[in-house]
C-alpha cells in the first residue's frame, strides 16, 4: 500500500517570510525516495489553535504527519505539546535527552557548564514514543503511532532537521515501508528539464516498479528511479535494467550517478589523475572558483583563479593581446582562448578554464546579447572554446556558465567529445 504524507512547519518566522522552509523541501525529496507521496504541505504560526486545526486536517488525509519546528525551549515552541493533546497522550520526562543536553551544553559552554532551566522542557516526549537523539542539537525529536497514523517530529533548524530525517526518521520508518526501497539519481547537464521529460513521459507513465522521476535543478535536472523490493539485492536487480536505458538514451549528457554535483566530480577526477586546474573568469566574478573551493580537499587540485572583469586586467594579469580586446571585444571567442591560455601560464596549471559574456540585464557596449558567453579549457597544445545562449536572471546565467565550463573540464578528463 503506498503510504501519504503530510508536512506541517510551525513557526511564525516561516509565515512572516524571514527565513525560507528548507525543511520541507528536503523531506519532500527524502519521502519521495523512500516510496511514500507528499500530498500536501502546511505552515502554521506558533499558535496551539491553529495548530489544532492543523494537525485534525492531517490526520484525515494522511497516515504520516512530520512537523518541524517548535521542539525548542521558548514559550512559542509548542509542538509537542499540541501533538499530544491532539492523540491523547501525556508528556513525559526522558532522563536520557536530558542527560544529553546537559553535555552538549557543558561542551558549548565550558566555562559555566551549565544549561537554562527552560531548557528542560525540551526533554518531555510523548508518553510510548520513540525518541530521536540528536547529535547535531539540543532538542531530541520524536516519533510514534496513534489511531493508525504515524507521527515524526523533527527540529527545525536545518542543520538538524536533515541528519535527524536521515539517521533517526528513516529507521522508524524502515518496517512500515513493507520492504526495501532503493534509489539511483542520474544527473544531467546539456538538456532541459522540459526536454528531457518530452522523451521520457511516455515511459514514466508506464512504469510501476521501479519509478522513475524528473527534478529540475540549476541549469540541470535529475533523474530518480525508485525500486521496491523484498531486499536491496533484488531493488537494485529492478533498477538496472531501466538504469541501462537511460544511459543508452542520454549518453554523455548523464555526468553522474548518485554524486552531489558536476563541481565534485571534476575534482575527483582531477585528484585521480594527480592533475591541475586553474580558473579566469570575466561575468561569473569568481562563482566557478567558488564552486570548487567549496568543497572539502579541492587544493589537491585547484591552483587558483583571477577575476578579470576589467579589460585592462584582461591583459595586465592574464596578458591577453590588446589588438584582441579593440578587434573582436572582451566577449568573444578570441578573448576566451587567450583568457584560459593566460591563466594556465600565469599558474602552472595543467589545465584552465575561462568564461567570458554578458550575464545582463543590459546587452554590452558592443550589442552582444544577454546570455552570449563563451567558456573555454586550455591544456597542453589545444585550447577549446563552447559558445553558450544562456537565458534567465543574472543569476541563472552565471551559474549555468560555470557549469559550463565545468562541464568542459569533465568532458576533457574523461576523453568524452566537447559537444
Excluded at 242 to 271: H, M, N, Q
Amino acid at each position: 500500500m503506498a503510504h501519504t504524507a503530510e508536512l506541517i512547519a510551525v513557526g511564525t518566522e516561516l509565515l512572516l517570510g524571514n527565513i525560507a522552509n528548507t525543511d520541507a523541501q528536503m523531506l519532500s525529496k527524502e519521502l519521495s525516495a523512500l516510496g511514500v507521496n507528499v500530498f500536501h504541505h502546511s505552515v502554521v504560526g506558533d499558535n496551539p489553535q491553529r495548530l489544532r486545526e492543523v494537525v485534525d486536517i492531517a490526520r484525515k488525509r494522511a497516515d504520516l504527519i512530520i512537523t518541524t519546528g517548535g521542539l525548542g525551549p521558548t514559550c512559542d515552541d509548542l509542538t509537542k505539546n499540541v501533538l499530544a493533546q491532539c492523540f491523547g497522550k501525556k508528556l513525559v520526562f526522558n532522563r536520557e535527552a536530558a542527560l544529553r543536553m546537559e553535555a552538549y551544553f557543558k561542551k558549548l559552554h565550558p566555562e559555566s557548564g551549565k544549561m537554562t532551566e527552560n531548557n528542560y522542557q525540551q526533554a518531555y516526549l510523548p508518553e510510548g514514543c520513540v525518541p530521536f537523539q540528536n547529535d547535531w542539537g539540543t532538542a531530541p525529536g520524536c516519533g510514534f503511532e496513534a489511531d493508525g497514523v504515524r507521527v515524526i517530529m523533527l527540529p527545525g533548524p536545518p542543520s538538524e532537521c536533515g541528519p535527524m530525517f536521515r539517521e533517526r526518521a528513516v529507521p522508524f520508518l524502515q518496517d512500515w515501508a513493507d520492504g526495501v526501497i532503493v534509489s539511483r539519481t542520474l544527473r544531467i547537464f546539456g538538456m532541459g528539464e522540459s526536454a528531457v521529460e518530452a522523451q521520457l513521459r511516455e515511459q514514466m507513465n508506464a512504469m510501476k516498479n521501479p519509478t522513475l522521476a524528473p527534478y529540475a535543478k540549476e541549469g540541470e535536472v535529475e533523474l530518480r528511479l525508485t525500486a521496491k523490493a523484498g531486499d536491496e539485492d533484488e531493488a537494485r536487480a529492478l533498477i538496472a535494467p531501466a538504469e541501462a536505458a537511460l544511459r543508452k538514451r542520454f549518453g554523455s549528457l548523464i555526468y553522474g550517478t548518485d554524486v552531489p554535483s558536476l563541481e565534485w566530480v571534476c575534482l575527483e577526477l582531477l585528484k585521480e589523475k594527480g592533475l591541475t586546474v586553474s580558473v579566469a573568469e570575466s561575468c561569473t566574478g569568481g562563482l566557478l572558483a567558488q564552486r570548487f573551493t567549496d568543497l572539502p580537499g579541492s587544493s589537491a587540485a585547484f591552483k587558483g583563479g583571477v577575476v578579470s572583469y576589467w579589460g585592462q586586467v584582461k591583459h595586465d594579469v592574464l596578458n591577453v593581446p590588446n589588438d584582441l580586446l579593440f578587434q573582436y571585444g572582451a566577449v568573444s571567442e578570441p578573448v576566451a582562448r587567450a583568457m584560459a591560455e593566460g591563466v594556465r601560464t600565469l599558474t602552472g596549471a595543467d589545465l584552465a578554464l575561462a568564461i567570458t559574456g554578458v550575464a545582463g540585464p543590459d546587452p554590452d557596449d558592443r550589442g552582444n546579447p544577454v546570455g552570449l558567453v563563451y567558456a573555454a579549457i586550455a591544456g597542453q597544445g589545444e585550447t577549446y572554446v563552447r559558445v553558450i545562449h544562456a537565458a534567465g536572471s543574472r543569476q541563472r546565467i552565471r551559474y549555468t556558465s560555470a557549469s559550463h565550463a565545468l562541464d568542459l573540464l569533465r568532458r576533457r578528463l574523461t576523453g568524452l567529445d566537447m559537444e
